[in-house]
């Protein structure tokens, strides 16, 4: 099969091939952090110049640990709601291949993949579904898809991951975004934030994002998590990772050292929010 060669209507949606490349790099270690065999296959299908961000040496880390903190947060989720009706929605999903990494674990659960409409057809050329994995075209911002997914799936437990996305928009935006849910859903709210010092970097100066043409720049920065308590009442902090504290064995050197300065080794946190739990 030919590869594809991909145009993006909006340079956030870049920022997809970040995460495939690096999850896909993962898969081949004899130790890897995630353990994803079905993002190679995905990208050996794109033509693209995947090859730029190998020097992204603390992107290379930080994405895998990121995306194994979700997993195994959903699953501890799961497990702590064994017996309910489980929806897991991927909020910005890009080519994300978190339902076929967790399908077997999660037997009935369903998965949402929702994201612009442009990207969600890019998954359905690109990434094989699990069997019950289905595609929501809509902005995250929209609360039509909210309301069509609480009436869809009435009594249910819900899990939103936001992963690599809350950081590329305004707290206005996502503070709004977080009340929308929790006037609607009981479950949790999983997103990974960033401290206003590492949302102040410029993405030309990002080890990775210096690599896209006309990069996104950060919007959100966050030094206290719980912070996001304030926005309503019924969003409260259940876990904070902090995620150079995570498998430091795996971090690069320069990582090593710089985590000894606070404001480096928290600039990047993976927090679960949860929504209407009592």
């Given at each position: 099969?030919?590869?594809?060669?991909?145009?993006?209507?909006?340079?956030?949606?870049?920022?997809?091939?970040?995460?495939?490349?690096?999850?896909?790099?993962?898969?081949?270690?004899?130790?890897?952090?995630?353990?994803?065999?079905?993002?190679?296959?995905?990208?050996?299908?794109?033509?693209?110049?995947?090859?730029?961000?190998k020097g992204g040496k603390f992107s290379k880390t930080g994405t895998v640990i990121r995306a194994r903190f979700f997993d195994d947060e959903i699953l501890d989720f799961a497990r702590k709601?064994?017996?309910?009706?489980?929806?897991?929605?991927?909020?910005?999903?890009?080519?994300?291949?978190?339902?076929?990494?967790?399908?077997?674990?999660?037997?009935?659960?369903?998965?949402?993949?929702?994201?612009?409409?442009?990207?969600?057809?890019?998954?359905?050329?690109?990434?094989?579904?699990?069997?019950?994995?289905?595609?929501?075209?809509?902005?995250?911002?929209?609360?039509?898809?909210?309301?069509?997914?609480?009436?869809?799936?009435?009594?249910?437990?819900?899990?939103?991951?936001?992963?690599?996305?809350?950081?590329?928009?305004?707290?206005?935006?996502?503070?709004?975004?977080?009340?929308?849910?929790?006037?609607?859903?009981?479950?949790?709210?999983?997103?990974?934030?960033?401290?206003?010092?590492?949302?102040?970097?410029?993405?030309?100066?990002?080890?990775?994002?210096?690599?896209?043409?006309?990069?996104?720049?950060?919007?959100?920065?966050?030094?206290?998590?719980?912070?996001?308590?304030?926005?309503?009442?019924?969003?409260?902090?259940?876990?904070?990772?902090?995620?150079?504290?995570?498998?430091?064995?795996?971090?690069?050197?320069?990582?090593?050292?710089?985590?000894?300065?606070?404001?480096?080794?928290?600039?990047?946190?993976?927090?679960?929010?949860?929504?209407?739990?009592?």
């Amino acid at each position: 099969m030919q590869a594809k060669n991909i145009k993006f209507n909006d340079a956030i949606s870049e920022t997809l091939f970040i995460n495939l490349y690096f999850r896909a790099l993962d898969n081949d270690e004899p130790d890897p952090i995630l353990g994803d065999p079905f993002s190679r296959p995905v990208m050996q299908r794109i033509d693209y110049d995947f090859a730029k961000f190998k020097g992204g040496k603390f992107s290379k880390t930080g994405t895998v640990i990121r995306a194994r903190f979700f997993d195994d947060e959903i699953l501890d989720f799961a497990r702590k709601n064994a017996g309910e009706k489980l929806v897991v929605v991927q909020v910005g999903a890009g080519l994300d291949t978190r339902p076929l990494r967790l399908e077997k674990q999660l037997p009935g659960a369903l998965f949402y993949d929702l994201d612009l409409p442009d990207v969600i057809d890019l998954r359905g050329e690109l990434v094989p579904k699990s069997a019950l994995n289905f595609s929501l075209k809509a902005s995250m911002f929209e609360t039509a898809w909210m309301d069509e997914l609480r009436a869809r799936h009435e009594g249910a437990k819900f899990i939103f991951v936001l992963e690599g996305v809350a950081m590329y928009f305004s707290e206005p935006e996502i503070s709004a975004f977080m009340r929308n849910l929790a006037q609607r859903f009981s479950g949790v709210v999983m997103l990974d934030l960033l401290s206003r010092f590492a949302a102040s970097i410029e993405p030309k100066k990002h080890d990775v994002l210096r690599y896209i043409a006309n990069p996104p720049k950060f919007k959100l920065g966050i030094d206290d998590e719980r912070s996001l308590e304030a926005w309503d009442e019924r969003i409260k902090l259940l876990k904070t990772g902090v995620m150079m504290d995570i498998r430091p064995e795996k971090w690069c050197l320069a990582a090593k050292i710089f985590r000894i300065f606070s404001k480096i080794k928290n600039s990047c946190k993976m927090c679960v929010y949860g929504l209407n739990l009592s």
